[in-house]
C-alpha cells in the first residue's frame, strides 16, 4: 500500500479481503468452483462455476477506499505484478483501467503487464466502461489482453403495468410491491420540493423531493450516468416511495441493467421512459403496477455489445485494434463478500453470498479463467499465442446467426468488439497462430517513438531499436491500417502451425474502397511449429464522400477446411 498517498490505514484493510465488491465477483468468476443452487433472490438459479473452475488463485490488494472514491496508484499496481511475476502465476486477471487513455510509459498496468509478458504470464484487462464514445478505450498497449462487454441469452425483467393497459418491460430483480393493486404513479418533477432546481428533481437527488408528494407512491425519476441506479434509491426511500422506476435519457437508450434495489424497481429503456412520462402528463390520476421479476432464457439476439464497453479506436497507437476481444459482461451472476451489502447504502442491511453485475471489470475473467484451462491444454505456448488463438476463433455473429450489435440496434464494428465474441471450445484448436516474443514489442516501443529512458521503464536490459522497422508488420492478429490515403500499405504477417500438417487457403471480405491482394494465397505447412510468411498489400480505389475521412471494416481468413482463422481488417480512408 502506498501509504506516502494514504498515510497510516486501518491495518485490517492489509489484506487482500474484499470491502467494496469488486474483487470477490472477479476472482469467482475467473476460477470459482462448482457451486449448485447460485442465485439471486431465486432469480438465476443453477450450478454456477468460474472459468478455470479448481484453479489455485491469490488475490493482490492494489485499490483503497479514499475519502471520496476509490484510490489506486500505480506503486501498488507494479508492486502487485512484481509479486505475482514471483509467485509463478500462469495468468494475471486484471479488472482495472486508468479512466483515460495514457501513454504506455505513464501507466503502471501497462509497464507491469510488460514485465509479466516477459516471463510468459499473460495480463487480461478490462477494456474501460465509458462507452459508448468512440476513443475510450484503455489498456491500449498491444501485450495486454483487453477485454470489452456483452450481453447473454439471459435477462432479469419485470414489467410496469399503466393504467391505459399498456405493459413495459424493464430490467429488475425486484421480489413486487406489496400489494397486487395499481398506486397512485408520479414524476420526480411533480414531486418536488420549492427550492429544488427541475434538473436536480429528474434525477432525484439527494433532498430534493416532498415527501408529501412522494410517500406510498411509484416515483420515477430519470437516469442519466449509471451510477444514478443506486443514488435516486436513497433519495427514494427517505421520502416514502413504494416503488422507483428508472428512465433513462436519450444518451443511455437501450442499456438498462437489474440491480439489487432495496425498492421494487424497473429500469426502463428511453422509449418506454418517455411512453410513462407522456402518460402522466396527459392523465389526471395516473396509476401502475410492477410485477416481481422474472427470468428470461434464450433471450435474442445475444451477445449485443454493452453501452458501457468502451470503444475504439485506439487513441494512442491507431494502428492496434482495442478492444481485443468480448465476452459475457451484463447481468453476470458471481459471489458476493457477505460483509458488504447488495448495494453499499448504509440503510441496505441486505448481505447474502451472491449479486448480479455489469462491465468489463466482469467480462474480463471471463477471458482469463478461459485462458486458465487453455495454459493447461498448452503450457509452453506463448502469451501472444494464447491471445491469438482466442482473437482468430471468435465470432462477430449473434445466436440469429446476423452480424453482432450494439445497443442502439446498430451494426457493431470491431471497435466495439475487437476480433468478435469469444468461443472458448474453438480457442482450444484454433490451427495456426499469430506469435510475438519481448524483442517485437521492444521494437513496438521503438516505432511508437520512445527512447531508451522510456523504453527502460519495460526492459532493464539495454535493447538497441532496429533501422529499419514498419509497425504495419507488428505480428497482431488483426490488421488496422489508420491512413491508408492515396498510396498503397503493405503488411507483413507469421503464422505458425500449431495443427495437423494441412493446406491453408486465404479468404478474404473486402473493406469498402479498398483493393486487397494477398500473397502468397495458399500456406502449407508440414508440421506442428512450422512458421509461413505471407504479406497483404492495400490500396485505396474508390473514396466516396461518405468513406472518404472514415473507417471501413472487412475480414482476411485462412482455413483448411476445419480451421477458420480470421483477422479483423479495419481501414481508414485519408
Not at 4 to 14: E, I, R
Not at 73 to 82: H, K, N, R, W
Not at 321 to 343: F, N, R
Not at 451 to 478: A, L
Request: charged share 20%; proline share 6%.
Amino acid at each position: 500500500m502506498d501509504e506516502s498517498k494514504f498515510g497510516k490505514l486501518n491495518t485490517s484493510l492489509y489484506t487482500a479481503r474484499d470491502v467494496l465488491g469488486h474483487g470477490t465477483p472477479t476472482l469467482s468468476i475467473a476460477g470459482g468452483n462448482f457451486v449448485p443452487g447460485a442465485n439471486i433472490f431465486g432469480y438465476g438459479n443453477g450450478t454456477a462455476k468460474g472459468g478455470s473452475p479448481r484453479a489455485h488463485v491469490v488475490a493482490y490488494k492494489v485499490c483503497w477506499l479514499g475519502t471520496i472514491e476509490i484510490e489506486c496508484t500505480d506503486a501498488d499496481i507494479i508492486e502487485a505484478f512484481e509479486t505475482a511475476i514471483s509467485e509463478r502465476v500462469d495468468v494475471i486477471s486484471c479488472s482495472l483501467g486508468k479512466p483515460s487513455a495514457t501513454e504506455f510509459f505513464e501507466d503502471g498496468i501497462s509497464i507491469g503487464a510488460f514485465h509479466a509478458i516477459a516471463n510468459d504470464i499473460i495480463v487480461v484487462t478490462g477494456g474501460g466502461n465509458s462507452g459508448p464514445e468512440p476513443g475510450t478505450v484503455t489498456n491500449l498497449a498491444p501485450w495486454i489482453f483487453s477485454v470489452g462487454a456483452s450481453t447473454i441469452d439471459r435477462d432479469f425483467a419485470n414489467y410496469l403495468a399503466l393504467g391505459d393497459k399498456k405493459h413495459l418491460m424493464g430490467a429488475s430483480l425486484s421480489t413486487g410491491l406489496p400489494s397486487e393493486k395499481f398506486y397512485s404513479l408520479v414524476s420526480s418533477v411533480d414531486a418536488k420540493v420549492a427550492n429544488a432546481t427541475i434538473e436536480d428533481a429528474q434525477l432525484c437527488k439527494i433532498g430534493t423531493l416532498d415527501p408529501k408528494k412522494a410517500k406510498g407512491k411509484l416515483l420515477v425519476c430519470l437516469l442519466k450516468e449509471r451510477d444514478g441506479l443506486i443514488y435516486a434509491e436513497g433519495e427514494a426511500v427517505s421520502v416514502g416511495a413504494v416503488g422507483l422506476i428508472m428512465a433513462n435519457n436519450k444518451q443511455l437508450d437501450n442499456d438498462i441493467m437489474p440491480y439489487a434495489h432495496l425498492l421494487p424497481t424497473s429500469h426502463l429503456n428511453y422509449s418506454n421512459g418517455e411512453y410513462v412520462y407522456s402518460y402522466i402528463k396527459g392523465t389526471k390520476t395516473p396509476l401502475a403496477y410492477m410485477t416481481k421479476a422474472k427470468t428470461l432464457l434464450g433471450v435474442k439476439p445475444a451477445p449485443v455489445i454493452a453501452s458501457v464497453s468502451s470503444r475504439g479506436p485506439n487513441p494512442i497507437q491507431p494502428a492496434i485494434l482495442k478492444p481485443d476481444i468480448t465476452a459475457p459482461g451484463v447481468d453476470i451472476l458471481y459471489a458476493w463478500p457477505e460483509a458488504v451489502s447488495l448495494t453499499g447504502l448504509s440503510l441496505d442491511n441486505r448481505y447474502i453470498p451472491y449479486n448480479v453485475g455489469s462491465g468489463t471489470s466482469i467480462s474480463c475473467p471471463h477471458v482469463s479463467g478461459i485462458i486458465g484451462l487453455l495454459k493447461k491444454l498448452y503450457p509452453n505456448w506463448s502469451p501472444a499465442a494464447l491471445k491469438s488463438a482466442i482473437m482468430t476463433t471468435a465470432t462477430t455473429l449473434d445466436d440469429n446467426k446476423r452480424p453482432i450489435l450494439d445497443q442502439s440496434k446498430e451494426e457493431a464494428t470491431p471497435f466495439a468488439y475487437g476480433a468478435g465474441h469469444i468461443q472458448p471450445e474453438l480457442a482450444m484448436d484454433p490451427g495456426l497462430v499469430y506469435d510475438l516474443d519481448t524483442a517485437d514489442y521492444l521494437n513496438f516501443l521503438c516505432d511508437h517513438g520512445y527512447n531508451q529512458t522510456q523504453i527502460k521503464m519495460f526492459s532493464r536490459k539495454h535493447h538497441t531499436c532496429p533501422k529499419s522497422y514498419n509497425i504495419y508488420d507488428f505480428n497482431h492478429p488483426s490488421i488496422t491500417v489508420p491512413n491508408l490515403g492515396k498510396h498503397s500499405v503493405k503488411v507483413t504477417r507469421v503464422v505458425t502451425n500449431v495443427g495437423s500438417p494441412d493446406t491453408y487457403q486465404v479468404h478474404i471480405k473486402v473493406p469498402k474502397g479498398v483493393s486487397v491482394l494477398v500473397e502468397p494465397r495458399s500456406l502449407t505447412f508440414n508440421k506442428v511449429g512450422e512458421k509461413k510468411t505471407f504479406k497483404v498489400n492495400l490500396k485505396a480505389i474508390e473514396l466516396s464522400k461518405s468513406a472518404s475521412s472514415g473507417y471501413v471494416f472487412g475480414e482476411l481468413w485462412w482455413s483448411d477446411g476445419k480451421h477458420k482463422v480470421k483477422s479483423a481488417l479495419i481501414v481508414k480512408h485519408n
